[in-house]
């Protein structure tokens, strides 16, 4: 069992940068692909970003790329999503999600945490 919390979430300006952190709880969280979604009201849920078990295999979804980026610390089992130069779409509540398998994240991946709201102001 994994239990994930997000914190870091905010309201900011436009051009902005935020820290997103998910807190991990189970000695298997280093097995786990990690990831981020995000949720804007009244759309689906979307795919922001991954990181395979070993720190690898990254990749982004194209709304964010250049501009977010994704990093993990298995020895304190720690995800992390930096966002720089914030835009107003990007305004969602953000989940972090693992996988049990090592590779990849998705809308089916086992476990979630409870959200953190990002607001960008234009």
């Known amino acids: 069992q994994v239990q994930l919390v997000e914190s870091g979430g905010g309201l900011v300006q436009a051009g902005a940068s935020l820290k997103l952190s998910c807190a991990a709880s189970?000695?298997?969280?280093?097995?786990?692909?990690m990831g981020w979604f995000r949720q804007a009201p009244g759309k689906e849920r979307e795919f922001v970003a991954n990181i395979n078990w070993r720190g690898g295999n990254i990749y982004y979804a194209d709304s964010v790329k250049g501009r977010f980026t994704i990093s993990r610390d298995n020895a304190k089992n720690t995800v992390d999503l930096q966002m720089n130069s914030l835009k107003p779409d990007d305004t969602a509540v953000y989940y972090c999600a693992a996988d049990r398998g090592p590779f990849k994240v998705s809308v089916t991946s086992t476990y979630w945490g409870q959200g953190t709201q990002v607001t960008v102001s234009s």
């Open positions: 189970g000695r298997t969280f280093s097995s786990y692909a």
